[in-house]
């Protein structure tokens, strides 16, 4: 059962401890926009202080439409060069490269190691306009690919099962595409490469580099592959990802059967979860109806446990992840932790120490900014479906929820499934791969959705 949950619980994006330096959520500075009680109307409030009565010209979208296609062979080839080179969180430094020389080429003002390997790429636009962000992820998981494609991954051990090789290719080609518009844009577009994040390290480091202070960007776009049907965007109006807390527990059991312990224990605290994770792309879909109709993932729980008892002498025996959709249920998961544990050890005559080492808060969206952001990518010629999310999703982390607390940011779900072409598979398994058609909506959608910003915060 252990083995099995562990499993699931590696499909999410979730980084191993061995590969996570834990640091004090008081490191960070202070939220100061998220913890405006009137947050939303703030936000529309900003849009409208910026807003003419404008919307973006179908011309726009379809030129962005047309360049889009334009970029296809070179867009599916950077990818596959990302791919087949993919990094570990802090250990970017190709990918950072690349990324800094195409932003070069395009004439875009760069800024290097941002935060580690973070890079930031400036668009200055022809008019006055807002300051607008788009944030890229660049690195990948300690999981051995399983494909025989012609472009998987080279490094042993290690490959993009999470899509960021996607993020930065479109990114990318949405930086190209708004490149060549530049006469049309207001205001400049700042893109943010960013490191670290299956660590849940990146935001944290590029914010406390004084990211933000710098630029002051009014509004944050980013964008995930997801197994959405290819063709397909979600959108979340609000709540869009869980918040996580990670727990170590060490166990005091003299004589006794310590790994029956760590095992029962896992089993125990994993059946707290209210929910189970989805499989594959058919299971996600189900999932995804539940986020449009609000079935009730809005208060969802997902814990899984996996035991620390390889290591000689380990400071912890068991290492666990609750994933919460509502934070304010915190408190009381913690008791029920507790008391599920306080069970497990009166059995074994043991005792136990418990910390939690590591918070990440749940991923909101500004729903003023889906609203503003949404029709233009309904008008989108490669978009088939943009589907309104009322629940989070409840088995995924990001640490763009610290960028979230402090600009308005809208966080979209990128479809890259497609059954008849075989890609079914969920995010972190080592099968895991895209239809590469989503490259081209993914740059449309990015493309547009800043461009429509800027013309209408100008």
């Known amino acids: ?82 791919h087949m080179h993919p990094e570990l969180s802090g250990d970017e430094r190709r990918t950072a490269g690349l990324v800094a020389s195409r932003l070069r080429q395009l004439g875009l003002e760069v800024e ?37 494609r012609p472009y998987a991954s080279l490094s042993l051990g290690v490959s993009h099962a999470c899509g960021h090789d996607a993020h930065v290719t479109v990114a990318l080609g949405a930086a190209e595409l708004l490149a060549g518009l530049r006469s049309d844009l207001h205001g400049r577009v700042v893109f943010i490469f960013q490191p670290a994040e299956e660590s849940l390290d990146g935001a944290r480091v590029m914010i406390e580099a004084g990211l933000l202070e710098r630029y002051q960007p009014a509004a944050m776009l980013a964008l995930h592959v997801s197994p959405l049907q290819v063709g397909t965007v979600g959108i979340a109006e609000d709540r869009c990802l869980a918040g996580m807390e990670e727990f170590h527990v060490r166990f005091y059991t003299p004589g006794g059967d310590l790994e029956a312990l760590v095992g029962e224990a896992a089993t125990a605290l994993q059946a707290l979860s209210t929910h189970e994770g989805p499989q594959d ?56 932790i507790r008391r599920t544990l306080d069970r497990v050890v009166d059995r074994y005559d043991a005792t136990y120490d418990l910390a939690v080492t590591f918070v990440n808060p749940p991923l909101r969206n500004a729903s003023a900014l889906v609203a503003e952001i949404r029709p233009a990518l309904e008008r989108l010629p490669g978009v088939d479906r943009v589907r309104l999310f009322h629940d989070p999703y409840p088995f995924s982390h990001e640490d763009l929820a610290l960028f979230a607390a402090r600009v308005p940011t809208a966080f979209v779900w990128l479809g890259t499934a497609n059954a008849r072409r075989g890609f079914t598979s969920m995010l972190h398994t080592p099968d895991f791969d895209i239809d590469e058609d989503a490259l081209v909506i993914g740059t449309q959608v990015a493309a547009a959705a800043l461009l429509h910003l800027s013309e209408a915060w100008r």
Request: with cysteine; charged share 20%; glycine share 6%.
């Open 281 to 336: 792309a058919a299971q996600f879909e189900a999932l995804a109806q539940q986020m449009e109709t609000g079935s009730g993932l809005d208060r969802a729980v997902f814990v899984s446990c996996w035991s620390n008892l390889e290591e000689q002498a380990p400071a912890y025996h068991l290492l666990g992840l609750a994933s919460l959709t509502d934070f304010d249920q915190r408190p009381a998961l913690q008791c029920q």
């Open 112 to 148: 290097e190691h941002v935060g580690g390997y973070g890079v930031v790429g400036v668009l200055q636009g022809a008019h006055p306009g807002p300051t607008l962000a788009y944030r890229a992820d660049m690195d990948a998981l300690p999981i051995q690919e399983i494909s025989d």
């Open 1 to 82: 059962m252990l083995k099995e949950r562990r499993k699931q619980h590696e499909i999410y994006p979730y980084y191993t401890r061995a590969h996570r330096a834990v640091q004090p959520s008081s490191a960070m500075p202070p939220c100061t926009l998220r913890d405006c009680p009137d947050y939303d109307a703030l936000v529309l409030a900003l849009a409208r202080s910026r807003m003419a009565p404008v919307t973006t010209p179908q011309a726009s979208l379809a030129t962005i439409g047309d360049g889009a296609i334009a970029l296809t062979d070179a867009l599916v080839a950077l990818r596959r060069d990302l």
